[in-house]
């Protein structure tokens, strides 16, 4: 398997959608984290990640140089959607 590579933005991505634009495709970021390509694409459009695939996107945003992407950051931009979502 080929190692998925970011985009050239830098910075902490603002949101769940962004921070999943940073993989070449919706295929790789769902390579990297361990879930199925649907997963990865409700993610993306509901802007939520599932906890328990959170240890697996913070080693993977680390491996691939995103920077702020911790668990404080996952629970902050989950939180903030509230019960609208």
């Not at 949101?15 to 390509?37: M, P």
């Amino acid at each position: 398997m080929i190692p998925a590579q970011p985009t050239s933005v830098s910075g902490p991505p603002t949101n769940i959608s962004e921070l999943i634009g940073r993989w070449q495709s919706i295929g790789a970021f769902a390579a990297d984290v361990g879930c199925g390509y649907e997963a990865a694409r409700q993610m993306r459009r509901c802007g939520r990640i599932a906890p328990h695939h959170w240890p697996h996107v913070v080693a993977a945003s680390r491996r691939l140089g995103i920077a702020g992407v911790s668990y404080e950051w996952l629970a902050g931009h989950s939180a903030s959607l509230g019960e609208a979502a």
